[in-house]
């Protein structure tokens, strides 16, 4: 989806590299998919989410309860 909109980027004043840019389109594509909201800061809520559980799952940080 972002792909499709090559300025949507500068919307916002970001800068960001071809790898984020998929991957900000696939957690698009999904959240549109499952009848999520597609607001910038649900996509950033669920890359976060994404990484924090991708550092948990190679032990660089601790699991915070």
Not at 39 to 59: F, M, P, W
Request: one cysteine or more; aromatic letters at 4%.
């Amino acid at each position: 989806m972002t792909n499709e909109h090559p300025d949507a980027p500068k919307q916002f004043g970001i800068r960001l590299n071809q790898e984020t840019m998929e991957m900000v389109s696939e957690i698009q594509e999904f959240r549109q998919r499952t009848n999520q909201p597609t607001t910038l800061a649900s996509i950033v809520e669920d890359a976060i989410q994404c990484h924090y559980n991708r550092l948990v799952k190679e032990g660089a940080i601790n699991e915070q309860q």
